[in-house]
């Protein structure tokens, strides 16, 4: 499969925030003509960012066409049908009532279309909660991620919302199967938001489990962790910059020694003798690096193997080597600004392309669409002015 394997097929793409456009957003990397579907109101990341778009509309809805439509009204909801006709893939992240109060459902969309490949993002999947919202910071509350973030005491939200972008790429992954799959009439493809944060922080949820067991039989404290490592994390250098460690190793540990002249004697040079006297472990990393410069260090550690990464401000992520190397970026547009976008991170044998380095206005492309679904032009301006859809300013 081709990453254009969806090359000139159109998606819809309702909701808002991060799950479903961020499915859309991956989408369009595959080659699909990706209909975002607004309220008049907009999606609510448009106006993020001091009333403007913030970064996730910016990076998740660049290249897409905007459609605003009044699901409510009886006009409205004819041109959404008209557009499921027309279209291959539809993916939500829509609350259930609203789903029910809309007429979106798959039942709903598959009586207009019996071969669209139809993907709700749900918050949960099926069972008791199955009807209610939920949003990633609460399933980071309520799978157990929370807890092991503390800032200050006080479990803390993670910060970027990775259990959306998981369930957006898990709706990709069902996506794709669908379409590969020879029983295509009346897909219906669903990943919850709350079993996708289960199933991504298995890991821990496991290790949980594992400490609790060794805390009752007395081997190990109740807060021991699977990574819970000396030399495993930042530590600030003499002119200020923050390098991430990585050892994971006996060999590891050896290296770094051995790189900064650290002589650590017998009781840390294995990981169990490390992890019983972490705190002196610990003491001798933090004084090491804060005795060199920052690119002293690198230089040092780099010549023996180690693992090891500068801790970067995001608004400077884009300004290394690597980063600007050819291929890593494409420009993307907002009126009259440009950004740099970090490109689709797979290849294949074919160029990649990236999407249209648009963002767009809302219903910008509300008009164009309307042709395309071939409604004359007295019928597209009697839906604008009866309220039925909204062309853009």
């Known amino acids: 499969m081709s990453l254009r394997c969806l090359e000139g097929q159109r998606v819809l793409e309702l909701g808002s925030y991060i799950a479903s456009p961020y499915a859309g957003h991956l ?3 595959l080659g699909a003509d990706v209909v975002k579907i607004e309220p ?3 999606d609510p990341t448009r106006a993020l960012f001091h009333g403007s778009p913030g970064g996730t509309f ?13 699901l ?3 006009e409205g909801h004819a041109v959404f049908e008209r557009l499921v006709a027309s279209a291959v893939i539809l993916v939500h992240n829509l609350a259930p009532e609203t789903v029910r109060k809309l007429r ?15 993907c709700h993002i749900a918050g949960y999947g099926p069972g008791p909660l199955e009807n209610e919202k939920i949003t990633n910071p609460l399933v980071e509350a309520a799978t157990g991620i929370m807890a092991e973030h503390k800032v200050e005491g006080r479990p803390t939200r993670l910060g970027p919302s990775y259990f959306d972008l998981f369930a957006g790429s ?28 289960l ?12 400490s609790a067991r060794a805390a009752q039989s007395n081997r190990l404290g109740s807060s021991a962790h699977e990574f819970a490592l000396p030399g495993y994390g930042s530590y600030r250098t003499r002119d200020g910059r923050w390098i991430h460690l990585l050892m ?11 790189a900064l002249g650290i002589v650590s004697g017998p009781e840390l040079s294995t990981l169990k003798g490390r992890q019983a006297h972490r705190a002196h472990a610990e003491i001798l990393v933090t004084k090491a690096i804060a005795e060199h410069d920052f690119d002293d260090v690198a230089g040092r550690l780099r010549k023996t193997g180690c693992s090891f990464s500068e801790v970067i401000a995001s608004a400077n992520a884009l300004d290394t080597e690597q980063a600007r190397h050819h291929g890593k970026t494409y420009r993307v547009r907002i009126e009259d600004d440009q950004y740099a976008m970090p490109a689709f991170p797979i290849r294949d044998d074919l160029p990649a392309v990236p999407p249209r380095g648009e963002v767009p206005r809302l219903g910008q492309h509300t008009m164009e669409l309307l042709e395309s679904l071939d409604y004359a032009p007295a019928e597209q301006h009697s839906l604008v002015s009866s309220g039925a859809v909204f062309a853009g300013t």
Request: hydrophobic fraction near 35%.
């Open 40 to 42: 008049f109101s907009g």
């Open 199 to 210: 199933h991504v922080s298995s890991k821990e949820i496991i290790g949980g489990q594992l």
């Open 27 to 29: 989408l369009s990397h």
């Open 104 to 118: 979106l459902s798959h039942e709903d969309c598959h009586g207009i279309h019996p071969e669209l490949i139809y």
């Open 170 to 197: 898990n709706a990709v992954i069902g996506i794709l199967s669908a379409l590969a799959s020879t029983r295509r009439a009346g897909r219906h493809v669903e990943v919850g938001l709350y079993e996708t944060g």
């Open 248 to 258: 994971l190793s006996d060999s590891h540990w050896s290296d770094f020694c051995g």
């Open 58 to 70: 910016i990076a998740f809805s660049h290249g897409k066409r905007s459609i605003c439509i009044d």
């Open 72 to 74: 409510r009204s009886s």
